[in-house]
């Protein structure tokens, strides 16, 4: 056990260099840059240069950068995020308000995709060479293939502007009832589309990478033995074969959440969805710098320890990486 | 080394999809920069003629400025091209560098270069470059060269991987034993056998790049000095119910490219993975 | 219109009279008919900081109307009415204004509405340690006396002619709530408590306030609503869809975030759907060029009138305004409120041949490369856009170039405190002219410095004695005089050049009644208490 130990330790060490990494590089890069929420706020109108000298003070944006850093990072060890001049709320509340309904998106969507990807792909590489594999793999191209934005505007156009089917935007009807049942349909109502354009495209990755993988899965060896000892066909694909290809599947949906909080900018950007991307981009454009600092950390997180449970999985199941 | 190419190509060229694929973008990469350069459309000429529908003289129609939009259009391909071709060009000199000394020497040179490669796939690279870009501003040259430093660990991982496998290959082993030193071995030996694999990871490395900077175009961060197809989209975003054309032909335009690219590193990842290429079970 | 009469006018209805004159007849009938109750839902721009006004300054003054009232208020024609005054006078030489307050005006809390409270609102404006934005409409205040708990006299060091149109109708602050802490850092931003027809119920930022009706507001029996919802979204197009599709009841102009997407407006208002109606009106809301005077090269007078002949200002209001806006000649523009100090015979002239001749004089000849190169700076969105646009006409006349877009924290710092912009263009936006003195600020010579707002660094000995000479008194004979001087030298000078104003375009579902297009302070919704939802 003690080989797992160390690996597990040597796992964590890691990723909390990285972390800091993150923290870091995140910190000096936004506060490097031009403008600030002072000016921001303020810049257009008539205010007094010592006005804004003042007000810098006061947010503690005129002491030398290595003091705030350090402040920050003594805030952050104790759980504290932060509190945003500008939107007037401690950071941490903001997120906890926020991540829940990105969540609300990016899960069904990753849910979706890799079910749905391990599907069609496991169907493809079945009926390897016939009309279904090219339809598959002609539709899986195409989806790999499409801006999600673009998508975005065309479903919007489509569905919500000219057939009237679907809402253009926003998370809830406004002025409706907020809770129960009808809140919930609601809310699903205005999920679809979202959620269409965030699945699209891993559906399409999902979908290649599983036929990929079942498809070199599939020549192995070992397979052959197991066909000729007598197993059924489908006992050898769905049974051997799909497990042993879902392995990489799991790797990459690992790095995928990482993208699909990208995907997520955009999506809820477009949707104008009260997520965590179309608080990151406001936040860019504001000049919020604890709210930037605080998305990129938090998702930073979120990404490393996905991944960390991954291997730490991995470790567990398969003794060889352990002394890789 | 011949024989390997004409068999590379014979496999191709069965991928009907890949070799069209393949076809059509080399028209492409031909003909727009040439019709650009020979015919000498100015994508900044304004006129009177606003939001004009697709016509004779205008295939694309016009936008919110009078200005013909297949001139821009072709100008935006070149943008595009230019874009992928360039954060290809980066990631791979330094993925392959990376890569190799990573795979040779092992050790702690190996270590320290993975753990980068690592972090930089897990740090959520979009937003970095996303709020840099927002805050220096977006010159295309500065995209450029953040995306290509955010992409060479995926030709380093596959590089490296190559690399542990040829390292023990006999004809390693006798360069060595004749007296080769390291650089040779690395760059005259090894590296030549590692591009298969690779050349398809360019091609949708490529893709994903013009992806990458349609995105942040379409955020608003692009730069405005170049005719940029996500740009294109964006500003023509608002005219999308009564001119659909604006938006419309960059949007599709962006796709078109950027499934070209997929289809042709999907066909060069299976004509060269000697893995995936036999046939049958 | 705010016509010069109505600061000396009394009335004698009041606030809380209903005395039937004239307007006040079809009102009482509209009151009459309306029918009560509802949710209003309305596209909208939230504050930055919070519900005082004197923080947001010009930010966002419309929407304090909802829970704040001013001394005065605007009526449906956009003229100057009682408010919490219920009549007020002001001396021949505009620095004494005395207001008589309504009895009986109680706060969300029930604290009855004091002078106190005016005094301790404008003070507060004025206070230098606030630095309230709107400070610049009583600059010169001398003191404020409260003589007994209804009558306030504000009284300045010379007359003060934006004092009635810019800051009269401003909101009343509580001092209880407000007095003895920083008002930067109060809770009270965001749980206002003022004697306005709605009560802020609920606040989610980036997303949408709600705000329920004031049982207890002084005028009876409004407002009509019985909620409205803000509805708070990044992107205008994306809302004024969600419009379309009946998701929302109105959009007003001074709502949208990021300006009017003026072709999906254009696209509406021509299409002329049965069930939405649309109004388009006038705004003093000027789109300003400005250049850097004091470098190369627009340090040469001649450089920047061949800048102001090369600008084709029609096809910027027709393609990309989409028509919603008008050619603004000179830097007075041709506005209602400013009308009397405009001067008609300075015109646009493009010219694109003249502005040629005028580079070669000035000593820049045409050659390979353009004659200089300069750039443009912009901010993403609509300002791009713009930027283009004036790209391909300076190239045009042989002026090379490029554009750099950032956000608008960085474009401000550059232009208004680092001045690092020689040889650099830029447009801004100057909303709410209620007077020549506020857009001629902006030209004065005392402004010139960093952080000041005039930005083009323009220093004009002649001009600056003039606009300060037009500030200092109330005669308005005598002020167009100096103003008819400034607007000829301006135009010969060309420090700025002013492109167009744009018009202001309301839309509102056909069932949404009472909504009234004002430009002023308050806007719109200025007579939000007695709109109403007419839904069988």
């Given at each position: 056990m003690t080989g797992v130990a160390w690996y597990v330790a040597g796992r964590l060490l890691q990723s909390a260099v990285l972390l800091a990494f993150v923290v870091t590089i995140g910190f000096f890069v936004i506060r490097a840059a031009p403008g600030d929420p002072v000016l921001y706020l303020y810049g257009a109108q008539n205010i007094s240069a010592e006005t804004l000298a003042a007000l810098r003070q006061v947010w503690g944006l005129d002491r030398p950068l290595g003091e705030q850093y350090w402040v920050y990072v003594t805030n952050l060890a104790s759980g504290n995020l932060g509190y945003s001049q500008i939107n007037r709320e401690v950071v941490s509340a903001m997120l906890a308000r926020k991540v829940p309904n990105t969540l609300l998106l990016m899960a069904p969507s990753i849910l979706l995709a890799a079910a749905g990807g391990v599907v069609l792909g496991t169907t493809a590489c079945r009926r390897l060479g016939t009309a279904t594999d090219y339809v598959i793999g002609a539709m899986s191209m195409v989806g790999y293939s499409t801006p999600p934005f673009w998508l975005a505007i065309l479903l919007i156009v489509l569905f919500?502007?000219?057939?009237?089917?679907?809402?253009?935007?926003?998370m809830a009807t406004l002025g409706a009832s907020s809770r129960g049942l009808a809140h919930a349909l609601d809310v699903t109502r205005h999920m679809v589309l979202p959620v269409t354009v965030l699945t699209w495209w891993y559906l399409a990755a999902f979908t290649r990478l599983t036929r990929a993988s079942m498809l070199e899965e599939s020549r192995k060896p070992y397979l052959m033995t197991a066909r000729m000892k007598g197993l059924s066909e489908a006992r050898v694909f769905y049974g051997h074969a799909l497990r042993n290809a879902s392995r990489p599947v799991l790797t990459v949906l690992g790095l995928y959440l990482g993208t699909m909080l990208a995907g997520a900018v955009m999506t809820e950007v477009v949707f104008a969805w009260p997520g965590m991307g179309l608080l990151t981009f406001s936040a860019i454009v504001q000049r919020d710098y604890p709210v930037v600092l605080a998305v990129f950390i938090v998702s930073g997180a979120a990404v490393v320890v996905t991944n960390l449970v991954i291997d730490l999985l991995y470790a567990v199941i398969d003794p060889r990486i352990r002394y890789a | 080394m011949r024989e390997q190419l004409a068999e590379v190509w014979r496999v191709f060229r069965r991928q009907r999809a890949a070799a069209g694929g393949f076809l059509a973008l080399a028209v492409i990469v031909v003909a727009s920069p040439s019709i650009v350069v020979l015919t000498g459309i100015d994508p900044e000429a304004i006129s009177a003629d606003v939001l004009g529908r697709p016509s004779l003289a205008h295939a694309m129609g016009t936008d919110y400025l009078g200005r013909d939009i297949l001139g821009r259009v072709l100008h935006g391909v070149n943008t595009s091209l230019l874009v992928g071709a360039s954060v290809a060009a980066i990631a791979l000199s330094i993925g392959l560098v990376l890569g190799t000394a990573a795979g040779f020497y092992r050790g702690s040179i190996d270590h320290v270069i993975m753990r980068a490669a690592d972090g930089l796939l897990i740090v959520p690279t979009f937003f970095l470059v996303l709020a840099v870009a927002f805050i220096f501003g977006g010159r295309l040259s500065f995209v450029i060269v953040m995306l290509g430093l955010t992409t060479w660990p995926q030709i380093a991982r596959i590089v490296r991987a190559e690399v542990l496998a040829l390292k023990e290959e006999a004809f390693v082993q006798s360069a060595r034993a004749l007296g080769a030193g390291d650089a040779h071995l690395m760059f005259r030996e090894i590296l030549p056998n590692t591009l298969p694999p690779v050349v398809a990871m360019i091609a949708l490395l490529g893709s994903s790049a013009i992806l990458s900077e349609a995105s942040l175009s379409f955020l608003g961060v692009g730069d405005p000095n170049v005719v940029s197809l996500g740009q294109m989209l964006t500003s023509g975003l608002e005219y999308v119910t009564n001119a659909w054309w604006v938006p419309g032909f960059p949007g599709a335009a962006i796709f078109v490219l950027v499934l070209l690219l997929n289809v042709l590193g999907d066909g060069l990842n299976v004509a060269l993975n000697p893995r995936l290429r036999r046939g049958g079970v | 219109m705010v016509s010069r009469r109505a600061f000396i006018a009394t009335t004698?209805?009041?606030?809380t009279g209903a005395a039937v004159q004239g307007t006040r007849a079809s009102r009482l009938a509209h009151a009459q008919e309306a029918k009560r109750g509802g949710t209003l839902r309305l596209l909208q721009i939230e504050p930055a900081i919070g519900f005082n006004p004197a923080l947001e300054g010009t930010n966002w003054p419309e929407t304090m109307r909802m829970v704040y009232n001013g001394l005065t208020d605007f009526n449906e024609t956009g003229d100057l009415v009682p408010g919490l005054a219920r009549s007020w006078t002001a001396s021949e030489e505009a620095d004494t204004f005395t207001f008589k307050l309504a009895p009986g005006v109680q706060f969300h809390d029930g604290q009855p509405c004091t002078a106190d409270d005016v005094r301790f609102t404008y003070e507060m404006v004025a206070d230098a340690k606030v630095a309230s934005p709107l400070n610049v409409y009583v600059a010169n205040l001398k003191s404020i006396d409260t003589p007994d708990k209804s009558t306030v006299t504000l009284r300045f060091n010379g007359p003060n002619v934006l004092m009635m149109p810019g800051v009269s109708a401003m909101g009343i602050l509580p001092k209880h709530i407000w007095a003895g802490a920083d008002p930067r850092k109060?809770?009270?931003?965001?749980?206002p408590v003022g004697t306005g027809p709605f009560k802020l119920k609920d606040w989610q930022r980036g997303d949408h306030l709600t705000f329920v009706a004031n049982r207890d507001y002084i005028r009876k029996g409004r407002p009509y609503l019985d909620q409205v919802i803000f509805k708070v979204v990044s992107d205008a197009a994306t809302g004024i869809q969600s419009f379309r599709n009946g998701e929302l009841d109105a959009v007003l102009s001074q709502g949208v975030p990021g300006g009017l997407p003026y072709a999906l407006v254009r696209q509406i208002v021509d299409a002329r759907p049965p069930n939405i109606a649309t109004n388009e009106f006038v705004q003093a809301f000027s789109q300003i060029l400005w250049m850097n005077c004091a470098a190369p090269p627009f340090d040469n007078p001649k450089v920047r009138r061949a800048i102001a002949h090369s600008i084709n200002k029609e096809l910027i209001v027709k393609a990309l305004l989409q028509g919603f806006g008008r050619v603004q000649?000179?830097?007075?523009?041709?506005?209602p409120s400013m009308r009397w100090a405009h001067d008609p015979a300075i015109k646009s002239d493009y010219n694109p041949a003249r502005a040629n001749q005028l580079l070669d004089e000035a000593g820049y000849p045409k050659k390979a490369g353009g004659r200089f190169k300069i750039t443009i700076l912009a901010t993403e969105g609509f300002r791009v856009k713009l930027s283009e646009a004036l790209r391909a006409m300076f190239t045009a006349v042989g002026i090379e170039s490029s554009i750099q877009s950032s956000t608008w924290a960085p474009y401000i710092q550059r232009i208004r405190q680092d001045r690092e912009t020689a040889g650099m263009i830029w447009t801004i936006f100057i909303p709410r002219q209620v007077d020549p003195s506020l857009i001629l600020d902006y030209l004065s010579p005392k402004n010139a410095k960093p952080g000041g707002s005039n930005y083009s660094q323009w220093t004009n000995a002649r001009a600056g004695e003039l606009i300060e000479g037009a500030r200092a008194t109330g005669n308005q004979g005598k002020r167009k005089g100096m103003y008819q001087e400034i607007q000829k030298i301006v135009a010969d000078e060309a420090p700025v050049v002013p492109l167009y104003s744009a018009l202001g375009v309301d839309m509102w579902q056909r069932y949404v009644e009472g909504i009234h297009s004002i430009d002023s302070l308050?806007?719109?919704?200025?007579?939000i208490d007695t709109v109403s939802l007419n839904r069988s």
């Open positions: 919500a502007s000219t057939l009237g089917w679907l809402p253009t935007q926003g | - | 004698t209805a009041g606030v109060s809770q009270y931003l965001a749980q000649d000179s830097v007075v523009g041709n506005f308050t806007g719109t919704l200025s007579t």
